[in-house]
């Protein structure tokens, strides 16, 4: 298998592999990509490869009518019949764990949906200090840029991660003709504004006990069903403001406690979600 940079920002583009594939944002950095990884994108996007026409290219018929992101994500705002035009602009790419996606200053020029797998959002700090500022899962959006329209963060893939790339110049057209996409895009900056308050009181009023429960809870959404928990205890150090051994110690109680499990490696269950929840609001030790 080799690798090969993807083209710039612009219309359908010759991808590695001779596989017709659309163009992906600039700013991303590249990642192994093949005829055998289109072939795997039709599986998971429930597309119908076509045959392989006269150039060896391969097309995909219309891949995100099935995407297992779609209920969550951007797209969930336009009706089957519109999500072709959608297609046409959008660009995949996959990323084994702890592979750089953008780097902090990069041209924000386009907005990245996560697939599958986990994105986390960080910053260096002069000191050399790392800040992390957010995780991204599977339906939810990179969708950030500062007033220059450069990246304010770096975004790496904590779990093998597939994106969808949106070109900025390409969508702009497509919420012009399709209003509800746009109306779904602000919505989700709204959501991801809300989030971010909450994340100022974790960060200001709360606990070490607290900002953990918190933070595991909400991953959990509040329910016992076991979920991927794939960042390391640095990460969630870096995120909430403590040290990876105040991280670890509570973890220990709390499995002690029988709060929480690991049935699996990686996977997170809450044991007694009552509890969690009591204990991120303050109303128990």
Not at 162 to 191: G, H, S, T
Request: proline content about 7%.
């Amino acid at each position: 298998m080799t690798s090969e940079k993807l083209p710039p920002l612009g219309g359908a583009v010759l991808a590695a592999g001779d596989v017709m594939m659309p163009a992906v944002s600039s700013a991303v950095k590249p990642d192994v990509m093949t005829s055998e990884a289109s072939q795997r994108d039709a599986v998971v996007f429930g597309a119908t490869p076509e045959p392989v026409n006269s150039r060896g290219a391969m097309t995909l018929h219309q891949p995100c009518e099935l995407c297992p992101a779609r209920r969550r994500s951007l797209c969930a705002a336009l009706a089957p019949c519109e999500l072709p035009a959608l297609a046409q602009i959008a660009g995949h790419q996959e990323f084994a764990a702890h592979r750089e996606v953008v780097e902090e200053g990069a041209v924000a020029d386009a907005i990245l949906l996560v697939l599958s797998g986990t994105l986390m959002l960080h910053k260096l700090l002069p000191d050399g200090r790392r800040q992390v500022t957010g995780f991204v899962r599977r339906g939810e959006a990179v969708n950030l840029r500062d007033q220059q329209g450069r990246y304010p963060c770096s975004v790496t893939a904590i779990a093998p991660t597939r994106l969808c790339c949106l070109p900025q110049r390409d969508l702009e057209p497509l919420m012009a003709r399709f209003p509800a996409l746009r109306d779904r895009l602000l919505n989700m900056a709204l959501d991801a504004l809300a989030i971010d308050q909450e994340r100022m009181l974790l960060l200001g009023r709360k606990t070490a006990r607290e900002r953990l429960c918190s933070f595991l809870y909400e991953w959990a959404a509040g329910s016992s069903v076991p979920v991927d928990l794939p960042m390391m205890r640095a990460d969630i150090a870096d995120f909430l403001g403590l040290t990876t051994e105040t991280v670890s110690r509570i973890f220990s109680r709390l499995k002690a406690e029988q709060m929480i499990r690991f049935p699996a490696e990686r996977i997170l269950q809450l044991a007694d979600p009552e509890a969690m929840r009591a204990t991120s609001a303050g109303q128990n030790g």
